[in-house]
């Protein structure tokens, strides 16, 4: 039975969520109980396109992405796949009408981390970004306005500066790691090795405008996904003040993050400040 196999598949991709990322996947269950899943679903999608490109040292990346992207385009045009993952993600394409271009993008950025490790243009730097992050958050954004293109449009360009200031915070964070690791500089104009002070306070000038952005339009979001979208907001804030407390020498040797006991206090903030319809 479909039906079935549909259910299967969304435990997969809500699985694959709570074992990725277990702040992501705590933000999810602040959305309404009728979107969680498709965020989820979308959530699977990008994390197994990025894992092919970060982590599966040992086996032909190119080969594993050409075939993970060849499974994608028939999911998408037979509405089901054998793979859990796409199954589950292509259910809410159809659902949201999430547009082509936008998962093109992505795929296109994905692609690009295959083969590019140095991002020595502006242009080179935002297109990547585009491609990575700000479609993630107009995917999302489909789902949370359920058809409602006047809002849509309405919130487009605050979810893109939002899901910039996601992806330039986990750039920073995971900045040992894309460097010594995977030998990838997203950064321009900035020599990581020899990353300074001022070059990092002038990265978080940078996402602190995007976050400014992104806030404005997570006042406007419908109440299903304000919470949900507020939760990681401020945790994200919450990384990039200790990023901003922490010297830049430190960085470039470390991974800062959230204890848990933070994040625990975070989202009681979070749910005070809602319920308080402060936000």
Not at 146 to 171: I, P, T
Not at 211 to 224: D, H, Q, S
Not at 243 to 248: A, D, G, I, V
Request: aromatic residues 14%; glycine residues 4%; contains cysteine.
């Amino acid at each position: 039975m479909k039906s079935l196999f549909d259910t299967v598949s969304f435990e997969c991709s809500k699985n694959v969520t709570k074992s990725y990322s277990t702040s992501f996947s705590s933000a999810v269950k602040m959305l309404a109980p009728s979107i969680r899943q498709d965020i989820y679903n979308i959530y699977g999608f990008v994390r197994f396109a990025d894992e092919i490109v970060d982590s599966f040292h040992d086996y032909n990346k190119e080969e594993l992405f050409g075939l993970f992207e060849k499974d994608l385009e028939a999911a998408l045009q037979n509405k089901i796949s054998l793979n859990p993952i796409l199954n589950s993600f292509q259910h809410t394409v159809t659902k949201y009408k999430i547009p082509d271009t936008l998962i093109n993008a992505f795929m296109k950025s994905m692609k690009m981390d295959l083969v590019k490790t140095n991002y020595s243009t502006f242009s080179e730097y935002n297109e990547y970004i585009y491609g990575s992050a700000d479609v993630v958050g107009l995917m999302c954004l489909k789902v949370f306005v359920n058809g409602n293109d006047e809002k849509y449009q309405e919130l487009e360009k605050s979810a893109m500066r939002l899901g910039s200031a996601f992806q330039k915070v986990n750039f920073l964070r995971d900045l040992k790691a894309d460097f010594e690791d995977l030998s990838r500089t997203y950064f321009p104009n900035t020599d990581l090795s020899k990353l300074d002070e001022n070059s990092k306070n002038e990265i978080i000038k940078e996402i602190e405008s995007d976050f400014e952005a992104g806030y404005k339009g997570i006042v406007n979001l419908p109440i299903e996904a304000k919470f949900g979208v507020y939760t990681a907001y401020i945790y994200y804030k919450k990384l990039l003040s200790k990023l901003k407390k922490t010297p830049s020498e430190e960085i470039k040797n470390t991974r800062i993050r959230v204890s848990d006991y933070q994040k625990y206090g975070l989202f009681a903030k979070c749910y005070f400040t809602y319920k308080l319809k402060i936000i």
